[in-house]
């Protein structure tokens, strides 16, 4: 069983930015494809970036690419999301999630979920 906790997420003004964090409570290393989620009350769950186990591959939603960046310390076994130029519509609940695998994108099914983390943008 893998535990993800999620940190880092409050309310800004448009604009700024907020680094999430998320820890694994095993070994993700060259083992675990991470992913960030968010869900807005009334929206489907999007998935919005991952990185592959091993850090090397990156990929993005169209609404954040350009302004998120995913990454990994392994050594932590902690996984970030850098939100930059964040905007009001990326008001949501934000979720961590992993899957034990090298194949790693947003339409696969992600085993472990984490408790998720509010982030509050406004105008």
């Known amino acids: 069983q893998v535990r993800l906790v999620e940190s880092g997420g409050g309310s800004v003004q448009a604009g700024e930015s907020l680094r999430l964090s998320c820890t694994a409570s095993?070994?993700?290393?060259?083992?675990?494809?991470m992913g960030w989620f968010r869900q807005a009350p009334g929206k489907e769950r999007e998935g919005i970036a991952v990185i592959n186990p091993n850090g090397l591959s990156t990929y993005y939603a169209d609404s954040v690419k350009g302004r998120f960046a995913i990454s990994r310390d392994n050594t932590k076994n902690t996984v970030f999301l850098q939100m930059n130029s964040l905007k009001p519509e990326d008001t949501s609940t934000y979720y961590c999630?992993?899957?034990?695998?090298?194949?790693?994108?947003?339409?696969?099914?992600?085993?472990?979920w984490g408790q998720g983390t509010q982030v509050t943008v406004s105008s």
């Open positions: 999630a992993a899957r034990e695998s090298h194949v790693c994108a947003f339409g696969l099914s992600f085993s472990y």
């Open positions: 095993v070994d993700i290393y060259n083992r675990y494809c």
